[in-house]
């Protein structure tokens, strides 16, 4: 056995160990994103495959510092409770709200789906009857 074997593996294993929390990372990153709202340390642990909120939390202030680096319109905070949430900057906020809150049916459609719903199976003489 030579001098440089166990050097191969204690380097291999560090690789390893990057690679895992990088991948940790990039689950919770992608758990934030599409939540929209803040999430728990546990909720966190699991989407990471980890049951150390201690980890966990290391991790996310991790995502934190990262996104607070970065010249981007998102950003994560750590709000109360040792909870994260991923939003957009208070900067772009105002210009970009109106695309946000844009609901996809408007209040006739999403009415007339509503009683469709509640009344199936329901004849379409019956919906344009009531709903015109």
């Known amino acids: 056995m030579t001098t440089n074997e166990p050097n191969q593996s204690n380097q291999k294993n560090e ?3 990057i690679k895992k929390i990088k991948h940790q990372l990039a689950l919770m990153e992608s758990a934030l994103y599409v939540s929209g709202r803040p999430l728990d340390l ?3 642990a ?3 495959g ?3 909120k201690k980890k966990v939390r290391k991790l996310a202030r ?3 510092e990262i996104y607070s680096n970065r010249e981007s319109a998102i950003e994560i905070l750590e709000v109360e409770g040792e909870r994260f949430v991923m939003q957009l900057k208070s900067d772009y906020t105002g210009k970009v709200r109106k695309l946000a809150t844009r609901p996809l049916l408007s209040a006739g459609p999403l009415k007339t789906l509503s009683y ?3 009344r199936q199976p329901i004849f379409q003489t019956q919906v ?3 709903r015109g």
Do not use: C, G
């Open 15 to 17: 690789e390893e160990k």
């Open 62 to 64: 991790k995502l934190v």
């Open 128 to 130: 344009v009857d009531v």
């Open 46 to 48: 699991s989407v990471a």
């Open 116 to 118: 469709i719903a509640f």
């Open 50 to 52: 980890t049951r150390s």
């Open 42 to 44: 546990r909720t966190l």
